[in-house]
């Protein structure tokens, strides 16, 4: 039998209450099938929210209130959780931030930046800074946090998720940073990359007419739900859960991952980009790449 692991309360707003949670139902005497009998949510479901690692829905918190006798304590804390969870995200983004730490596999087509779960801080703050512009260096650095959290996806669990990311070749040739730091970007994607924790391919910046032209896509695939896919604009985001859609999107997804250059020549093209970054060759050779 597995050892119980501790929760750290004092690590964050989700923690202390999925401590809590522990704490209330243990003290009741209550296994976790006890607890969710009668809901509409399984024994999972709830370990994943003693482990700060989901929400409380509404529905749920007043279900665990009226077997425990709890007063309302976690319908009231619910939403405190909530936001916590999403803090440095937009609201639209709240039911793929859920989803992500569920997911089987992740499938993401980003042709225009490095996709926010392999962003390094700098290459995140240079992003932040032109687009939010106005914001106090405080809520720069609160975005900069939520979105390192997430990929803490790929330190957690060596398993799950499988992450496909395919990137079209300009986006490892713009210089968002200085060159040093580009270097540092790029190394950070292949060293993850060497590590077997993500899987990359680039889209040659001559590859010609291709699928999802129009647009960025994640698609997630979930061991116990059905799959979705998620598109997201300058400041706004489209979660699809129509069956028939997604099978489309990932029709669209497949048809992309054929036309783009095999594993092993992305990472060596990866890598010649940080080292093109690195010796200040890279401005020259993104010049060369747009006017031959």
Same mark, same amino acid.
């Given at each position: &039998? ?54 409380? %829905? ?56 490095? %996709? ?5 801080? %700098? ?20 975005? +900069?946090?939520?979105?390192? /959290? ?12 499988? #992450? ?7 986006? +490892? ?8 730091? &580009? ?5 950070? +994607? ?27 896509? &994640? ?6 739900? @059905?799959?979705?896919?998620? &598109? ?41 980009? /940080?080292?093109? #970054?690195?010796?200040?060759?890279? @401005? ?9």
């Amino acid at each position: &039998m597995a050892a119980r692991k501790d929760i750290d309360g004092s690590a964050s707003v989700p923690q202390f209450y999925g401590k809590e949670l522990r704490f209330k139902r243990e003290e009741a005497g209550l296994t976790l099938e006890g607890l969710v009998e009668g809901s509409f949510y399984g024994v999972t479901y709830l370990s994943e929210i003693e482990r700060g690692k989901r929400t409380m %829905p509404l529905d749920l918190a007043q279900h665990v209130d009226r077997v425990l006798g709890t007063d309302g304590f976690f319908q009231r804390g619910c939403e405190d959780v909530r936001k916590a969870r999403r803090k440095g995200h937009a609201p639209y983004f709240e039911r793929v931030l859920e989803a992500e730490k569920r997911a089987l596999t992740i499938q993401q087509w980003s042709p225009t930046v490095i %996709p926010g779960l392999l962003q390094t801080g %700098p290459y995140m703050r240079a992003l932040f800074q032109a687009e939010w512009a106005q914001d106090l260096p405080e809520e720069i650095e609160e975005k +900069i946090t939520g979105r390192l /959290a997430r990929a803490q996806l790929f330190e957690e669990n060596h398993k799950q998720p499988e #992450y496909w990311a395919i990137l079209h070749e300009s986006v +490892i040739r713009l210089p968002v940073l200085s060159g040093e730091r &580009m270097a540092q970007q790029l190394d950070h +994607i292949a060293g993850l990359i060497k590590r077997g924790r993500i899987f990359t391919q680039i889209l040659p910046w001559n590859a010609g007419a291709h699928a999802l032209m129009l647009g960025n896509a &994640m698609a997630l695939a979930f061991v116990d739900a @059905p799959p979705l896919v998620y &598109m997201e604009g300058q400041h706004h985001g489209h979660t699809i859960d129509d069956p028939g859609l997604v099978k489309q999107y990932q029709r669209s997804y497949d048809l992309l991952r054929a036309a783009a250059l095999p594993l092993e020549a992305s990472l060596a093209l990866i890598e010649d980009a /940080a080292e093109g #970054y690195r010796n200040g060759k890279q @401005p020259d050779r993104l010049a060369r790449l747009y006017l031959a």
